[in-house]
């Protein structure tokens, strides 16, 4: 009884199994987007809203013209996809999952966060201006796509180590 407990109390952050594909069906229509709007500045139309921050106005002629930011949120949703669906992804559970399994959870986790962090220190160094902006723009996603990358590497090492014996 203990036994199960434990297990649980192990998993019982993990989404179930079936939420891995929910998660890639958000990630890729979400990533086409983001990518879409990043570098071919394509926008949905009833995503772009005017925002009025502060009352601005300027006086053209005989007319006063309010002053507002137009905001594009197509890139903020893309991103709010991606981040979901790389979550869904990298946090369901495994049709079997069992303390091997977090075993290796727990280290592609781990060298995720080395990875991501080496990255960034290089780009510190190495990267100035408005493409700094586009560097920590993928650094948001880098730790969730590196973790789901080791994990399913480790998963299939481990698997094919298994077999072989």
Same mark, same amino acid.
């Given at each position: 009884?203990?036994?199960?407990?434990y297990i649980f109390m192990k998993t019982k952050w993990l989404f179930p199994h079936c939420y891995r594909l929910i =998660?890639?069906?958000i990630f890729v229509p979400s990533t086409l987007l983001g990518l879409a709007s990043m570098y071919a500045n394509f926008n949905i139309r009833w995503l772009v809203v005017e925002i009025l921050n502060e009352p601005r106005t300027i006086e053209l002629g005989n007319s006063i013209t309010h002053l507002a930011d137009i905001q594009n949120l197509t890139d903020e949703i893309a991103a709010i996809g991606i981040?979901? =669906?790389l979550l869904l992804i990298a946090f369901s559970k495994e049709k079997t999952e069992d303390e091997m399994i977090s075993q290796l959870r727990l280290e592609a986790l781990q060298w995720s966060v080395?990875?991501?962090?080496?990255?960034l220190a290089i780009a510190i160094l190495t990267v100035y201006d408005d493409a700094f902006l586009s560097v920590m723009i993928y650094n948001m996603f880098t730790v969730l796509l590196v973790f789901i990358i080791?994990?399913?590497?480790l998963l299939y090492r481990n698997?094919?180590?298994l077999l072989a014996l």
């Open positions: 009884m203990s036994n199960k407990l =998660g890639w069906i981040i979901a =669906g080395y990875v991501n962090y080496l990255i080791r994990f399913r590497w698997s094919h180590q």
